[in-house]
């Protein structure tokens, strides 16, 4: 592990949700040059400390300390579910955005099959109108 790898995952992190380091540091007791330092490099958390920010950012340890790019790995155990992964990192980025619509439409329909709704049928308005 580089001080570097895991000080930018943590920035790249912290961007993400929009939190600063002192945010960071109130949440997991730290005290906030503690955080800068790890950002910085010059400092290095334990093995407990790895545990705790890799689950208050819902990622892996690997993917904190720069060994992984794949941030949550047990997704990944289904072997259906790796291969989507794969081929979605290959797709253009409009390409993505369908995929993840196509995605929401599947959410949805399998939703509405499990409330015993068929097809277009909404609550209010049941398929017959009898």
């Not at 950012?57 to 941030?71: K, N, P």
């Amino acid at each position: 592990m580089t001080h570097r790898a895991l000080g930018a995952k943590l920035k790249e992190l912290l961007d993400e949700r929009g939190m600063t380091q002192v945010e960071l540091a109130r949440h997991l007791h730290l005290g906030k040059s503690t955080v800068s330092q790890y950002i910085s490099g010059t400092r290095t958390p334990d093995l407990a400390m790895l545990v705790r920010l890799a689950r208050f950012f819902s990622v892996s340890v690997d993917y904190l300390l720069g060994l992984s790019d794949v941030r949550w790995p047990a997704v990944l155990k289904d072997p259906d579910v790796a291969v989507v992964v794969r081929r979605a990192g290959e797709l253009a980025p409009e390409q993505k955005a369908r995929l993840l619509e196509y995605i929401d439409y599947l959410t949805f329909e399998a939703g509405r099959k499990e409330s015993g709704r068929p097809g277009g049928a909404s609550p209010d308005r049941p398929d017959d109108p009898t």
